[in-house]
């Protein structure tokens, strides 16, 4: 039985990385014991998935059709969530938010790498594309330890 049952994919505004990091991890996990989200550290309003990353999805057969951003907060997490960022920096705004809590790291921090996820906000869809592929690679290392965790 693995350690969390919950996975929270933080980002900044929760518009892009993280909402594709949900749709990906979600995409991947047949277990009813595992569930994904995702949240944003800087969200003052309800908005959409970013146009280009729900292309990017829709090319991959995954769908965050009808989502919008939304904040995270304590209320999220639990004993058994694992809260997963984008960026070392937006682990330590987390960590200086809600405690030095066990359960908080970046994502290639989390599979024992370094750096962080590519950013494609801005950018062309080709860079949303690699933002997906390497989510893609990184959440499925993530799930593995995740399952051999206890």
């Not at 980002?11 to 993280?18: E, F, K, L, M, Q």
């Not at 009813?32 to 146009?51: A, D, K, Y």
């Not at 990353?53 to 090319?59: R, S």
């Not at 939304?70 to 960026?87: A, F, G, V, W």
């Amino acid at each position: 039985m693995p350690k969390y049952h919950h996975i929270v994919f933080v980002s900044t505004g929760n518009t892009c990385r993280s909402q594709m990091a949900e749709a990906i991890f979600n995409g991947m996990v047949d277990d009813s014991t595992l569930s994904g989200e995702s949240r944003g550290l800087v969200v003052l309003f309800p908005e959409p998935c970013n146009p280009k990353a729900e292309v990017v999805l829709t090319n991959h057969s995954l769908s965050i059709e009808g989502r919008t951003s939304k904040p995270l907060s304590e209320e999220d997490i639990t004993d058994d969530t694992l809260i997963l960022t984008m960026t070392l920096a937006q682990k330590i705004k987390a960590v200086q938010e809600y405690g030095h809590l066990e359960q908080i790291y970046s994502l290639k921090e989390y599979i024992g790498e370094e750096g962080d996820v590519i950013d494609p906000y801005g950018e062309n869809l080709l860079t949303y594309e690699d933002c997906y592929v390497e989510l893609s690679r990184l959440i499925k290392k993530a799930v593995i330890k995740i399952n051999e965790e206890e």
